[in-house]
């Protein structure tokens, strides 16, 4: 459905204004009924400019690319928090393997069964110096977590470190495209001491998120109108200092205030198994794991609760 301020914008027809469609089925064909409702004309008003499924398949038959299974797919992940791993370790820069990946770890002492991704955390100051001096090499290669992201850090939702050997085709909308496989890492900020000046800080910035999400859907937005929705919050995340604030946590970020922790826990860290290696995490798990999950968090969801991503993925064959 075409948002109702976009509609109201073009209901009157003005004979100089193209209309692009460029969303994938089933989506094109509802924004073209609802224009053509309103009296445009397909190649006269508007036209519809990408088949998202030809497109793409169209990259992944050019490249000779072979469908890679989830085995494949947690392998490329894996190899890529190795590399991320030892990258830090030389460059003395903390990180924390945090989210699903922490409790993966505690659990299954790897990926979560049905899972694939890798999300880890990194205190602000080491998080901006890692973007300024990460260089990555043939195979690994620095990318930002979000459609927008155009200044470089200062714009990015997140960071990542992406696998080119990799092609991953996304099919969930409206995040449909072709990218790669790789970890997502997060910046841990400093928050505020107090329970309702927190709640209040990290609102905030969650709203700020969700008026960039409204922004980049609708085909309204520029990019330089979505960058400055992050600009504000990667300003936001600068105003408490993660090594002296009392409470610390990544925003915006699905669990709201569950995402916020006393920063003492990442005072005292120790190694944890994944897949056979080794990464840092905070040593406290319970407590983390308990503030962001649950105290039952040792205990796998119900099979309807086990969300799979929705993507295909491709990689060179093997010789």
Not at 63 to 75: A, V
Not at 105 to 123: A, L, N, Q, T, Y
Not at 125 to 140: A, I, M, S, V
Request: hydrophobic share 35%; with cysteine; aromatic share 16%.
């Amino acid at each position: 459905m075409i948002p109702v301020k976009t509609v109201e914008y073009i209901r009157r027809i003005d004979p100089l204004r193209i209309i692009l469609i460029a969303s994938p089925p089933p989506f094109c064909d509802e924004y073209a009924e609802t224009l053509q409702n309103l009296g445009y004309r397909e190649n006269q008003n508007y036209f519809r400019v990408l088949n998202w499924e030809a497109d793409t398949e169209f990259y992944v038959k050019t490249r000779c690319l072979c469908p890679l299974d989830l085995n494949g797919i947690k392998q490329s992940s894996f190899e890529t928090l190795q590399y991320f791993r030892d990258f830090c370790d030389a460059n003395s820069l903390r990180y924390y393997i945090c989210g699903g990946t922490m409790l993966g770890s505690v659990r299954h002492k790897g990926f979560i069964p049905w899972d694939d991704d890798i999300d880890v955390d990194m205190p602000l100051p080491d998080y901006l110096k890692f973007y300024k001096t990460f260089k990555g090499n043939e195979r690994f290669h620095l990318g930002h977590g979000d459609l927008i992201g155009t200044g470089g850090v200062e714009t990015a939702r997140f960071l990542r470190v992406l696998d080119r050997s990799v092609a991953l085709r996304i099919t969930m909308f409206p995040h449909r495209r072709v990218t790669s496989t790789g970890i997502d890492i997060f910046p841990l900020c400093g928050l505020p001491s107090d329970k309702t000046a927190r709640g209040n800080f990290i609102s905030k910035i969650s709203y700020i998120e969700w008026e960039s999400r409204f922004v980049r859907v609708t085909a309204m937005g520029d990019a330089k109108v979505q960058d400055s929705y992050y600009r504000r919050i990667n300003l936001m995340r600068k105003y408490y200092n993660f090594d002296k604030a009392d409470w610390v946590g990544y925003t915006p970020c699905p669990y709201e205030e569950k995402a916020a922790f006393k920063r003492e826990i990442y005072d005292d860290v120790c190694k944890y198994e994944f897949n056979g290696d080794y990464f840092a995490g905070p040593k406290n798990y319970d407590y983390y794991l308990t503030t962001l999950f649950g105290k039952n968090y040792m205990t796998p969801p119900p099979p309807e609760r086990q969300k799979v991503h929705q993507f295909e993925a491709f990689a060179q064959p093997l010789e």
